[in-house]
């Protein structure tokens, strides 16, 4: 005999499961979104509180060509500004994930990333670059024909933000390595 009183209750236990379930999925994809730190706030932590003036890296010739290169598409604006000297530089890029353009504050120092961050995180989806446990695989990155020279681990579903970020390294090391060359 069907027990109608205890199908209702599972019923509705499943449909409130089920409500519960979306709206945690909802938030979390909403509350990913957002700025993590500000340019600012960053540069001063990067140097200490004291900010240095910034350099401009002209986006022409040459240097537009291999920038085009390592990011797979035309780079639309017309310089890149950095802080910091010689031997250590921090660079804040933009780069598209899936549609919106998503922030990173990257600290180059003699060749190699010191420290990779997501600033700011405008994707629905792939937020999950922003941790610690991911941008730890860049730490001690070089460049090594326009490649990365350390193998970054993807993360299932981020795809597109772990290759934006992939290619903001890349672009950072080149230019580093570039205002070396100038200096």
Known sequence: MINIKAQKKYLHRLLSTF????????????LARGVYQTNND???????????????VWMKGD???????????PYTGLR???????????????EIGKEEPITFGIVVKQ?????????AYRESRGWEVKY?????????AGLKDKKL????????????SVWAMTDVARMALYLHEFTNRQN
């Not at 409500?19 to 909403?30: C, P, Q, Y």
């Not at 960053?42 to 401009?56: A, T, Y």
């Not at 890149?80 to 933009?94: C, H, T």
């Open 19 to 30: 409500i519960v379930l979306s709206f945690l999925a909802i938030t979390g994809n909403v």
């Open 42 to 56: 960053f540069l001063k932590e990067v140097f200490d509180g004291q900010i240095p003036s910034s350099h401009v």
């Open 63 to 73: 240097v537009r060509d291999q920038v085009e290169d390592i990011l797979g598409h």
């Open 80 to 94: 890149v500004r950095y802080w910091g000297g010689e031997d250590r530089n921090a660079w804040i890029l933009e």
């Open 111 to 119: 060749n190699k990333i010191e420290q990779i961050k997501v600033l």
């Open 132 to 140: 610690p446990a991911f941008t730890q695989q860049f730490h001690n």
């Open 149 to 160: 020279d350390t193998h970054i681990d993807g993360i299932t579903g981020a795809t597109l």
